[in-house]
C-alpha cells in the first residue's frame, strides 16, 4: 500500500532536486517572510514543481507546503500531501549542504508514507507505514535501515540555527551518557538517528510546524526509533494549527528520554 505515491515522491524529489542546485550553485537573492525565516527562489520553485507533479498524479489529494497559501481546503482530504521544498534554508543560505527536501502522505492525520531528500548528496530516505525505512545514494540499491540501541556513550544532534537553553541544560545534566555534541541542519537529525548513526535530538521550541517532521517521523520510527512529542505523545498531521506547539524528541531507544 502506498508504493504508487511513494515511487512519484521520490520523483518529484528528484525533479525538484536539480532546480534546487541550479540556483544552489548561483548567487541568489534571499527574501524575509513574515515570520522572519528565509526564502529563496529554490523554496519556491522546488514548492511549485513538486505540488504540480504530484498534483496530476493525484488530484484527489490535498496539500499543505511551506511556501504555498493554505485555503484549508486540505482539512475535508483524508490524503494530503506535506511538503517542504528546502528544508534547512538557512542552511541552504550558509551553503553548508545540509538541506533537505521533505515529502510526507497524510492519511487521516497520520503519516504513512515520506521521503527526504539530500540534494547536495544525492542521498535520499524513505518509508512507508509498517515496510520499514530504507537509505539509498545514487542510483544504488537502497538499503534497510534501523536506530541503533545504545544507552550510553551517546550522540546527541543540535541545530546550527535553533538550540535553546532548555536543550543546553539537558545535555550538561546528562553528559556522563552524551559522549558527542554534533551540530546537523534540517531533517538530516532525524535521518541519521534513523539510519543508527546518532542517538538523540531535542527541539523544544514551539515553531517548527507539520512540513518540519512529517516525512521524517515515519523514517524514525519505521527504522524502530521514536519521534513524538516530548511526552511521546504522537504528532497527529493536517491540523488547522500547522505549529509543532510542544515541540518534539527524536530517539533511538525510550530510555534516552532525559526529560522529566
Known amino acids: 500500500m502506498f508504493e504508487k505515491e511513494l515511487e512519484a515522491m521520490i520523483e518529484a524529489s528528484k525533479i525538484a532536486r536539480e532546480k534546487i542546485l541550479e540556483i544552489y550553485h548561483q548567487d541568489f537573492k534571499v527574501e524575509i517572510k513574515n ?4 526564502v529563496t527562489l529554490a523554496d519556491k520553485n522546488a514548492d511549485k514543481i513538486i505540488r ?19 485555503d484549508l481546503s486540505r482539512l475535508d482530504k483524508d490524503y494530503v500531501f506535506v511538503v517542504d521544498p528546502v528544508d534547512g534554508t538557512k542552511d541552504f543560505v550558509a551553503k553548508d549542504d545540509q538541506f533537505t527536501t521533505n515529502i ?22 524513505f518509508a512507508i507505514k509498517n515496510q520499514g525505512a530504507y537509505y539509498q545514494k545514487d542510483e544504488e540499491k537502497a538499503i534497510k535501515i534501523h536506530a541503533n540501541d ?3 556513550n551517546l550522540t546527541i ?3 546550527h ?5 532548555e536543550e543546553l541544560e539537558i ?6 551518557r552524551i559522549a558527542k555534541v554534533e551540530k546537523v541542519g534540517s531533517s538530516l537529525k532525524a535521518c541519521r538517528i534513523a539510519h543508527g548513526l546518532a542517538e538523540l535530538s531535542y527541539r523544544l521550541s514551539p515553531n517548527t510546524k507539520e512540513w518540519d517532521t512529517a516525512a521524517s517521523q515515519i523514517i524514525v ?13 504522537p504528532i497527529k498531521y493536517n491540523r488547522k494549527d500547522v505549529y509543532n506547539k510542544k515541540g518534539f524528541i527524536i530517539l533511538n531507544r525510550k530510555e534516552n528520554l532525559f526529560i522529566k
Open 171 to 176: 545535555i550538561e545534566k546528562n553528559k556522563g
Open 221 to 233: 520510527t519505521e527504522a524502530g526509533g521514536i519521534f513524538a512529542e516530548p511526552d511521546l505523545t
Open 157 to 159: 544532534l543540535t541545530s
Open 161 to 165: 540555527f535553533h538550540t535553546t537553553k
Open 35 to 38: 515570520d522572519d525565516s528565509p
Open 104 to 125: 510526507g502522505l497524510v492519511y487521516k492525520h497520520e503519516v504513512v508514507c515520506g521521503v527526504v531528500s539530500i540534494p547536495a548528496t544525492n542521498e535520499i530516505y
Open 52 to 70: 504540480e507533479y504530484l498534483g496530476n498524479l493525484f488530484p484527489s489529494y490535498g496539500f499543505l507546503t511551506e511556501e504555498s497559501d493554505d
Open 150 to 152: 545504545k544507552l550510553d
